[in-house]
C-alpha cells in the first residue's frame, strides 16, 4: 500500500492541526494503522495507532488528551487530530500500515509497520 500524509504546517503553541494519510494500491480497512513521529537526531516514536475497523486506539502518553486517531475506510483515509499542540510536538509526522487479518489488533512499535509515507512537517511556535 503506498501512504500520503498532509495536512503539516506552523501553528501556535496551543493551536490545532488535522493530518491526513491517504493510501492508495489496497484497500485500507485491511491493515492497522499509526501514527509516528521524528525529530533529527532523535528515533521515530509512536504517536498512536488505530485497529483496522477503527474501534482500538492506543496514544503515546505523551499526546493523550490531545490528539485523536481516526480513520474512513470507505475514503481509504486516516487522520490525526492534535490539539493543544506543544513546541515539543514539533517533528516530521509519518503514518504507517501493517497487514493484519485480526480486527482487534493495534501497533506501537515501528518495527511492526511495513509501509510508510512519506513524511509531514509539523512547527509548533512558542
Known amino acids: 500500500v503506498q501512504l500520503q500524509a498532509s495536512g503539516g504546517g506552523l501553528v501556535q503553541a496551543g493551536g490545532s492541526l488535522r493530518l491526513s494519510c491517504a493510501a492508495s494500491?489496497?484497500?485500507?480497512?485491511?491493515?492497522?494503522m499509526g501514527w509516528f513521529r521524528q525529530v533529527p537526531g532523535k528515533e521515530r516514536e509512536f504517536v498512536a495507532t488505530?485497529?483496522?475497523?477503527?474501534?482500538?486506539?492506543d496514544y503515546a502518553d505523551s499526546v493523550k488528551g490531545r490528539f485523536t486517531i481516526s480513520r474512513d475506510n470507505a475514503k481509504n483515509t486516516v487522520y490525526l487530530q492534535m490539539g493543544s499542540l506543544k513546541p515539543e510536538d514539533t517533528a516530521v509526522y509519518y503514518c504507517?500500515?501493517?497487514?493484519?487479518?485480526?480486527?482487534?489488533?493495534?501497533?506501537?512499535?515501528?518495527?511492526?509497520?511495513?509501509?510508510w509515507g512519506q513524511g509531514t512537517l509539523v512547527t509548533v511556535s512558542s
Open positions: 504507517a500500515a501493517a497487514w493484519r487479518t485480526h480486527s482487534n489488533v493495534v501497533l506501537a512499535a515501528t518495527e511492526s509497520y511495513d509501509s
Open positions: 494500491g489496497r484497500t485500507l480497512s485491511n491493515y492497522v
Open positions: 488505530i485497529s483496522r475497523k477503527g474501534v482500538y486506539k
